[in-house]
């Protein structure tokens, strides 16, 4: 066995949250070709398989899946070598971040102080955007998305998959069986989500009390004794904060969310000190 190259393991993690070759390739700015010659080399240099290779994709074998965490440590370990190096008062400036509504204002707002903290020369520009933030065109540095992007010259990680229940209030819940069940769900401009197609079926016929096209109005409906409505377990503190979960039906809806940059954008340290504290974060959350 000889000691591996880390850009090998880069190759090796890229192809791991890409799944194909060549969402791979899009993700490092190199042909297919290039990832697959890493792996080899990788794999012969550890003297192990880490990927069965099928027609339709690459799949991780026992080996590989137990390397993940390694790599993805030293990956870590080693953006936090490069910002060491480069001195915490480099890191200077304005850093835009788009992400949908409810996630910048329920799961990124409220746990961000240990993260600004650590970088005191960035100001961070939250940005709770329903759209698309074109990142070719530099509206933002950092987005976070539940859409994969396949434009070239996009660097795309996957962070985390986001799950959905049906929730209500506990006084409301008491006050009516579920043939009495009112729905808060989504308007028209959002009737297309997974998780408001799923709530579609499950009311069979129920009454809508409330559309929204707005999350923290469907959460804050809830919370009011409106109706019941499917939210993402993202907002964290549910049954603390007065809605209790209705586990039948369960919601199948599972929505990955993804972390996007451009190319030339990431290599900017403060942009990549952001993003390396963005993955810290939803990885910290992931292992909680």
Same mark, same amino acid.
């Given at each position: 066995?000889?000691?591996?190259?880390?850009?090998?393991?880069?190759?090796?993690?890229?192809?791991?949250?890409?799944?194909?070759?060549?969402?791979?390739?899009?993700?490092?700015?190199?042909?297919?070709?290039?990832? /697959?010659?890493?792996? #080899?080399?990788?794999?012969?240099?550890?003297?192990?398989?880490?990927?069965?290779?099928?027609?339709?994709?690459?799949?991780?074998?026992?080996?590989?899946?137990?390397?993940?965490?390694?790599?993805?440590?030293?990956?870590?370990?080693?953006?936090? @070598?490069?910002?060491?190096?480069?001195?915490?008062?480099?890191?200077?400036?304005? &850093?835009? &971040?788009?992400?949908?509504?409810?996630?910048?204002?329920?799961?990124?707002?409220?746990?961000?102080?240990?993260?600004?903290?650590?970088?005191?020369?960035?100001?961070?520009?939250?940005?709770?955007?329903?759209?698309?933030?074109?990142?070719?065109?530099?509206?933002?540095?950092?987005?976070?998305?539940?859409?994969?992007?396949?434009?070239?010259?996009? /660097?795309?990680?996957?962070?985390?998959?986001?799950?959905?229940?049906?929730?209500?209030?506990?006084?409301?819940?008491?006050?009516?069986?579920?043939?009495?069940?009112?729905?808060?769900?989504?308007?028209?401009?959002?009737?297309?989500?997974?998780?408001?197609?799923?709530?579609?079926?499950?009311?069979?016929?129920?009454?809508?009390?409330?559309?929204?096209? #707005?999350?923290?109005? @469907?959460?804050?409906?809830?919370l009011g004794g409106c109706g019941v409505a499917v939210l993402p377990e993202y907002l964290f503190d549910l049954r603390r904060g007065g809605l209790a979960p209705i586990d039948t039906p369960a919601c199948p809806v599972k929505r990955k969310l993804w972390i996007v940059m451009h190319e030339d954008v990431r290599r900017a340290a403060p942009v990549r000190a952001v993003a390396d504290e963005l993955i810290a974060?939803?990885?910290?959350?992931?292992?909680?």
């Amino acid at each position: 066995m000889n000691q591996p190259d880390w850009d090998h393991l880069r190759y090796f993690l890229a192809l791991h949250d890409a799944g194909t070759l060549s969402g791979a390739a899009r993700a490092a700015g190199v042909e297919h070709t290039t990832v /697959a010659r890493r792996i #080899d080399a990788l794999e012969a240099a550890l003297a192990v398989k880490l990927f069965d290779r099928f027609p339709k994709g690459w799949s991780l074998t026992a080996a590989g899946k137990a390397l993940v965490p390694h790599a993805r440590k030293m990956e870590e370990n080693l953006h936090g @070598l490069m910002r060491a190096a480069s001195g915490s008062a480099a890191l200077s400036g304005k &850093v835009r &971040v788009s992400a949908p509504p409810a996630l910048s204002a329920y799961l990124l707002a409220p746990r961000l102080k240990a993260a600004l903290f650590r970088l005191p020369g960035i100001e961070l520009d939250l940005r709770g955007e329903a759209r698309e933030t074109d990142l070719m065109r530099r509206e933002s540095d950092i987005a976070l998305r539940f859409k994969r992007p396949d434009a070239p010259g996009l /660097a795309v990680r996957a962070l985390t998959t986001i799950a959905y229940g049906l929730y209500a209030s506990p006084d409301y819940l008491a006050a009516r069986a579920p043939e009495q069940w009112e729905f808060v769900g989504y308007d028209e401009l959002m009737q297309e989500t997974p998780q408001q197609q799923w709530l579609e079926k499950v009311r069979d016929g129920r009454r809508y009390c409330l559309r929204s096209n #707005d999350l923290g109005a @469907l959460y804050q409906a809830a919370l009011g004794g409106c109706g019941v409505a499917v939210l993402p377990e993202y907002l964290f503190d549910l049954r603390r904060g007065g809605l209790a979960p209705i586990d039948t039906p369960a919601c199948p809806v599972k929505r990955k969310l993804w972390i996007v940059m451009h190319e030339d954008v990431r290599r900017a340290a403060p942009v990549r000190a952001v993003a390396d504290e963005l993955i810290a974060l939803f990885t910290s959350a992931g292992r909680s």
